[in-house]
């Protein structure tokens, strides 16, 4: 731990930690986050109560020091299209690795050869891509402004229960209401292609050009 804390000194790091008591339980959540003390002061921390994943998301809000002049971009993020038919191509590559020379390595050099090999032959079948999201924009196209008012009933539904003891009806409510919300998004998205596909039946390009996101080509 010390020589963790002098690390962070050393880059000028700074620690805020998200300390979150799950009510009912026994359970207690404990996050850091670790921020540039050069560019940001006056920084608080938090939590976000959703079900997204497994695990609560968590923010920190910073002050931007008066000082430092940084420049404003657009909000952008990077992504891989790691899909079934990449990990298909993925697995050829590696089966026609020459793995033999592994064998006069030691572990610590084995796992940096393996590390590369699987970092290049990522990078070469999907390339990381940068993504200016568009506001206010539906993500999927099936997804209609009923399923989208639904979720954020199933949000509001998640947080009550989380505020009840185990046995509490409300984690039942929850249940119920999200299996039928998932349902009625299968339902939704099969319906939407059914009908997309059926439209251009007598158009083969059409036809391709609404399989291909679907079979991740």
């Known amino acids: ?23 009912y339980t026994s359970a207690t959540l404990i996050d850091n986050l670790y921020i540039s003390a050069i560019f940001y002061k006056d ?3 938090g939590i976000l109560i959703s079900d997204i994943s497994d695990h609560f998301p968590i923010f920190v809000c ?15 993020f990077t992504y891989r299209n790691l899909d079934d038919t990449v990990f298909i191509m993925l ?9 033999d020379f592994f064998q006069e390595l030691n572990i610590n050099d084995a796992f940096i050869q393996l590390h590369n090999i699987l970092r290049n032959n990522i990078e ?7 993504v200016i999201p568009f506001h206010k ?13 639904s979720s954020k009933t199933l949000d509001k539904l998640y947080k009550k229960k989380l505020r009840q003891p185990l046995k509490h009806p409300s984690y039942k409510q929850y249940k119920e209401y999200r299996n ?14 059914s009908n997309l596909l059926n439209n251009y039946k007598q158009d083969i390009k059409q036809t391709w050009k609404v399989l291909r996101p679907l079979i991740g080509k």
């Open 1 to 23: 731990m010390v020589r963790l804390l002098a690390l962070l000194d050393q880059l000028e790091l700074q620690i805020y930690g998200v300390v979150y008591l799950m009510p």
């Open 43 to 45: 920084c608080s921390s």
């Open 62 to 76: 910073v002050g931007v020091n008066p000082d430092t002049e940084i420049k404003k971009e657009a909000l952008s």
């Open 91 to 99: 697995r050829e590559l590696l089966n026609n690795e020459d793995w």
């Open 124 to 130: 070469t079948l999907a390339p990381e891509k940068n």
């Open 137 to 149: 924009q539906i993500r999927e196209p099936w997804f209609t402004i009923g399923l989208l008012k």
């Open 180 to 193: 039928l919300l998932n349902a009625l998004k299968r339902t939704a998205k099969e319906d939407y292609y």
